[in-house]
């Protein structure tokens, strides 16, 4: 009895599994690769700099854990007015997104999809619709 029970019983695992694997239902929408990045923040503008540097100073080293340590620990016993060009930088950028997250809006807000108006613009420019109505 011992046997039928343990085959029943992964028999009721692998369906269970199965059922699970199929769909999964998640409430997050579809990312639109049109959409402009959100910009870095003033830690990591630093980052992008800190790296290159460890990178000249240290060739051997291949490890990102250790560069993301070194490049922490800088980041913590740098002064305000240390950290002031790059938050500078930052809110370039963040300017720079803001004006590109308008733009974006403003072209969803012409069309449904973004990706579908600007195929269609080029499609309708190029050709002349004169010539479709005299059919």
């Known amino acids: ?26 409430n997050k929408k579809d990312k639109d ?3 402009p990045k959100r910009p870095p923040s003033a830690f990591f503008v630093f980052m992008e ?9 240290h060739p051997g080293n291949k490890s990102v854990a250790v ?10 016993s740098m002064t305000e007015a240390d950290k002031a060009p790059y938050v ?16 974006y809006n403003k072209k969803l807000a ?10 269609s613009e080029v499609d309708e420019e ?3 619709g004169e010539e479709e109505e005299d059919d």
């Open 1 to 26: 009895m011992k046997g039928a029970k343990s085959k029943a019983e992964a028999k009721d695992t692998k369906l269970s599994v199965k059922k699970g694997a199929v769909k999964k239902s998640t």
């Open 33 to 35: 690769p049109n959409m």
């Open 49 to 57: 700099e800190f790296r290159e540097q460890y990178k000249e100073k």
């Open 67 to 76: 560069v993301a340590k070194a490049g922490g620990a800088k980041w913590k």
């Open 88 to 103: 500078a930088k930052a809110d370039k950028r963040k300017t720079d997104y803001e004006k590109n997250m308008e733009a």
């Open 110 to 119: 012409q069309g449904t999809n973004a990706a579908e108006d600007d195929g």
């Open 126 to 128: 190029d050709g002349s």
